[in-house]
């Protein structure tokens, strides 16, 4: 079964840092892309960052130059280091990604797969 798992949420003090953690597991044959997404209550889901198989990255305005996205290929995993938290980063943080895998002895592309999502909270 091919599937994304999440790790690294939790509570922490305004100005913390937390490290998510995502790693794909299954039969895959590659990674094209891979990102998080966000979703505070009551409001859309949004990108928070996301890398592409040859190491691009864009980050949405509000994390940039606090957020990190990195990917380790050979583990199918990707982190993202997030310094300097503010209250309004509290949400559900989700993995995404755009991988092939073998299923049944056939490839199979999956263009938007997700995890189960992990909760950031920060607040004093």
């Known amino acids: 079964q091919v599937q994304l798992v999440e790790s690294g949420g939790g509570l922490v003090q305004p100005g913390g840092s937390l490290r998510l953690s995502c790693a794909a597991s299954g039969s895959i044959l590659s990674i094209n892309a891979m990102g998080w997404y966000r979703q505070a209550p009551g409001k859309q889901r949004e990108l928070v960052a996301g890398i592409t198989s040859g190491g691009s990255v864009n980050y949405a305005d509000s994390v940039k130059g606090r957020f990190t996205i990195s990917r380790a290929n050979a583990e199918n995993t990707v982190y993202l280091q997030m310094n300097s938290l503010k209250p309004e980063d509290t949400a559900v943080y989700y993995c995404?990604?755009?991988?092939?895998?073998?299923?049944?002895?056939?490839?199979?592309?999956?263009?938007?797969?997700w995890g189960q999502g992990t909760l950031v909270t920060v607040s004093s």
């Open positions: 995404n990604a755009d991988l092939t895998a073998q299923r049944m002895g056939i490839p199979r592309r999956y263009v938007e797969l």
